[in-house]
């Protein structure tokens, strides 16, 4: 890409390595040049806690808010009811009004860390598409907005494709979703003057949809832009993680075991997310990102810390590595680690060694968790454990117990009386 921008936020998702691709390069620069741009992404209520795979668009919002524009965080209470079928081997399962409404509260927490939201006109606003969805009249909506969709076009778009092509089903209801999300981006045009919408790039024939629509029926010029699919140096999606999701909710996934995640960081990645996901200047990336040997372990470390601290604080951030530091070189057991808390029922006659490991989330089954044995990962109490089979009784549990899987991984197993 050759196109040399002169907004500051255009600089920033080239600079950062947020951009993808652009409907527009020079039509959306000049838009930013000359005054504040409304820009959305959507967010569908599908999980109680938005999760590592969101952050990127997060930030993308909050650097639009640092160079002085509007963010727009758009809540799919209606979309959910859909469900997006981009990408999926299946159908999404339904979810009912009152756990949508749950999911969006839990939501609206993590974006309160990154926007600043109010009624100015720089301010962050959050919208929900249920204020103009759940209100339409079907017959309506086909006469005037069903008419400019072609069916052989929304066929041949990748995400739909790649579901057909493999002769798995496409229901109505998910073939729909793709005009309810292009419908959002012309209401949000008529009613809020949006004139850009951002997303991940698997969202680029979704945003092309709403562009082409809002043309045809307001006439007016919109925009739409995408950042790349992240995979990590080894080839995995990024935010997923052996143990699940890296939620942002500090109720779902605590503030040390986020901050474990970024420290884990391959060095390969490490100055690419320093970039992306820290507000450190580029320089001051590239150059821990290029440190090699112990030195990249520092470098870790103050990603972690960056990162943690914008979402759960700066407190957060250096407990978490005072915690790692202690259970690392120290061999302590440290105050935030994952834990585990069994009652005494719970117990019963004794639990085995692998239940436990995968209850605290050392371990996604009973298999992996034999395996940690076999491979000599797993641990107790800071000693190397071999004995699958051993059974774990109250008087095991005086004290709390500290597993170890590996040499990164830790919880803690608390007995409550």
């Known amino acids: 890409m050759t196109y040399h921008p002169k907004s500051d936020f255009l600089a920033v998702m080239m600079e950062r390595g947020f951009l993808a691709d652009c409907t527009d390069y020079q039509g959306l620069d000049d838009a930013l040049i000359k005054g504040v741009v409304p820009a959305y992404i959507g967010y569908d209520a599908t999980a109680q806690s938005l999760h590592v795979g969101h952050l990127l668009n997060i930030m993308m919002l909050r650097w639009l808010q640092k160079t002085g524009h509007k963010p727009i965080t758009l809540m799919g209470g209606g979309t959910t009811k859909v469900g997006d079928p981009s990408f999926r081997a299946d159908e999404r399962p339904l979810l009912t009004n009152d756990q949508i409404d749950a999911n ?3 939501m609206k927490q993590v974006f309160a860390k990154y926007l600043s939201y109010g009624e100015g006109a720089g301010d962050a606003v959050m919208l929900n598409n249920a204020e103009w969805l759940d209100t339409l009249n079907y017959l309506e909506f086909l006469r005037d907005i069903g008419r400019h969709f072609s069916v052989n076009r929304m066929l041949s778009f990748e995400s739909v494709k790649s579901r057909l092509d493999r002769e798995q089903s496409l229901s109505f209801l998910e073939f729909n979703y793709m005009i309810l999300q292009a419908y959002d981006f012309l209401e949000l045009n008529r009613r809020y003057g949006c004139l850009l919408q951002m997303g991940g790039s698997d969202q680029w024939g979704n945003i092309i949809n709403g562009i082409d629509l809002t043309r045809r029926v307001l006439d007016h010029e919109i925009y739409g832009l995408t950042s790349p699919l992240l995979t990590t140096s080894d080839g995995k999606k990024m935010g997923k993680s052996q143990g699940g999701a890296i939620w942002l909710n500090a109720e779902m996934l605590s503030p040390y075991e986020f901050w474990q995640f970024w420290r884990n960081t391959t060095d390969a990645d490490t100055g690419k997310f320093l970039k992306l996901y820290t507000e450190l ?8 990102g290029a440190l090699e040997g112990a030195e990249i372990n520092a470098a870790k470390i103050i990603l972690a810390n960056e990162v943690t601290a914008l979402l759960h604080g700066t407190e957060a951030a250096q407990a978490a590595e005072a915690t790692a530091r202690e259970v690392f070189e120290k061999g302590g057991a440290g105050e935030d680690l994952p834990t585990l808390t ?8 004794g639990i085995s060694i692998v ?7 050392l371990a996604n089954s009973g298999k992996d968790a034999k395996r940690l044995f076999t491979d000599n990962g797993a641990k107790v109490n800071d000693r190397d454990q071999k004995d ?9 549990l005086a004290q709390p117990m500290k597993l170890s899987a590996g040499k990164k991984r830790h919880a803690l197993v608390v007995l409550q009386d």
């Open 388 to 396: 699958a089979g051993l059974m774990i009784r109250a008087e095991d």
């Open 104 to 106: 969006i509260d839990g």
């Open 342 to 349: 069994l009652s005494r029922q719970d117990l019963g006659d």
């Open 355 to 361: 239940q436990l490991f995968v209850r605290s989330g």
């Open 281 to 288: 200047p580029v320089s001051e990336c590239d150059r821990l």
